[in-house]
C-alpha cells in the first residue's frame, strides 16, 4: 500500500505524512525501514513519547489540535505543525519558540467542513494571524502555507468544494501577503478517504494513516 500512496503522489510532487497516531513503534519501523521519513501524531503525549523511542531522523508533524498550555513540551521536537486554530495559539507557539531559541515551521488551519466539531479558524481570523506574524515581524514562527480537513460526507462534490474553498484561500494569501516569499507553499489537504480529490484540487501534503496503517 505504501508504494502504491506514493505512485499516487508523485504526478503531483506531493509530500506523504504517515499518521501514526495510535500505531506501534514496530508499525512505525516498517514504515521507516521501507524509506519513510515524516510522520504526524495528534496528541501530545504520544508524540514526545514516540520521539523519544523511535529514530532521530523521523520528522515529526503535529496534526491534531494543540493546546496552548502543552506547546512547550513540544516545541523542541516537532518539525511542523499543522494545526494552528487560534491566534492565541499562535502567540503561544512564537513565545516558546523564542525561549527554546529556535524557528517553528508552522501551517494555518482553515476550518472548511460543514460539521460543527471541526477545528480552525475563518477567512478573517486566519489572515488575521499573518497580518500580526508580518506587522510584529515575529522570527520564531515560520507561516509555511496552509492546511484544512474536509467533511466526512460520501459526495465527492461537496468534498471537492471544500478543498477548492482551501485551495482557493491559500491562493488568496500568498498573493496578499507571500508574493515574493517561497517559504509560503505547503498546501496540506487529504486524508486517507479523500487523498484523491485533495490532490486534483490543489494539495501538496496528505495526512493518510488508517490505508497505509490497515
Ligand atoms: C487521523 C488524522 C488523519 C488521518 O486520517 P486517516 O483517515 O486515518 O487517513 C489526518 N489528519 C488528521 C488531522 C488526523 O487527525
Known sequence: MYQHILSDLQPYDAQLVAVSKTRSHDQIIALYQQGQRIFGENRVVELVEKHQSLPQDIEWHMIGHLQSKKVKSIVSLVSLIHSVDSLKLYQTIEKEA?????????????????????????????????????????????????????????????????????????????????????????????????????????????????????
Do not use: W
Open 98 to 214: 523564542k525561549k527554546a531559541d529556535r524557528t517553528v515551521e508552522i501551517l494555518l488551519q482553515l476550518k472548511i467542513a460543514k460539521e460543527e466539531s471541526k477545528y480552525g479558524l475563518n477567512k478573517d481570523q486566519l489572515k488575521e494571524i499573518i497580518r500580526h506574524h508580518r506587522s510584529q515581524k515575529l522570527k520564531h514562527t515560520s507561516i509555511k502555507g496552509l492546511m484544512g480537513m474536509a467533511s466526512f460526507v460520501d459526495d465527492p462534490m461537496q468534498v471537492k468544494s471544500e478543498f477548492t474553498r482551501l485551495k482557493d484561500t491559500f491562493d488568496e494569501c500568498k498573493i496578499e501577503f507571500f508574493k515574493d516569499d517561497p517559504s509560503f507553499h505547503i498546501l496540506s489537504m487529504g486524508m486517507s478517504g479523500d487523498y484523491r480529490i485533495a490532490l486534483t484540487c490543489g494539495s501538496n501534503m496528505v495526512r493518510i494513516g488508517s490505508l497505509l496503517f490497515g
